[in-house]
């Protein structure tokens, strides 16, 4: 498996002759993009009718469960990153720590599955393309390997379908509680 991801990684990773215009555009979706969804998150929250307030509490939810599980996947497996093994060129300053899964993969993740379970389809669209976006430029800036995207992609997923999932036996236990104080 290490041998497809380093030749995977070496495809994806931006080089000296990569277009500087690519590697900016890495950089803003990697370091500018999470701030905007975050934004984007409040206003919807602000500006949203209850189903949307609902959604966006469950990407709350989802992307608090999902920081705590990708810590804890990082402490299990302490995966080094490519520029630790001397691999590609890295692009952001980054430091020593584990890069399995991917954070950023992970969160972005979590925010579009929540935003699919959530009913919210016409912005899940919008955050599916930025999670897609996310992980290539996390390959592109040479900070991670594809198996930590992909883990973040499935830690993120996976989150959010627990986050769903508590959610709505949140709601049953609330609705049998209400009917038995009746």
Not at 4 to 28: M, W
């Amino acid at each position: 498996m290490f041998e497809l991801d380093r030749i995977l990684f070496l495809a994806f990773n931006a080089t000296p002759d990569t277009p500087h215009a690519v590697v900016q555009l890495a950089v803003f979706v990697s370091n500018v993009l999470p701030w905007l969804a975050l934004g984007t998150l409040l206003v919807l929250f602000a500006r949203g009718a209850a189903p949307m307030r609902r959604a966006v509490l469950l990407c709350l939810a989802s992307m608090a469960l999902t920081w705590c599980a990708a810590q804890a996947i990082r402490w299990a497996l302490p995966m080094p990153r490519p520029a630790q093994l001397g691999l590609g060129t890295q692009w952001v300053a980054h430091g020593l720590r584990p890069g399995f899964p991917s954070m950023h993969m992970s969160s972005a993740s979590a925010l579009a599955m929540a935003l699919t379970l959530g009913g919210a389809r016409r912005w899940a669209l919008a955050a599916w393309a930025c999670a897609l976006l996310m992980g290539w430029s996390r390959l592109c800036l040479g900070v991670h390997f594809p198996s930590d995207v992909l883990a973040g992609l499935f830690t993120g997923s996976g989150c959010a379908l627990l986050a769903a999932l508590g959610a709505r036996l949140l709601a049953r236990h609330r609705t049998v509680s209400a009917h038995g104080r009746s």
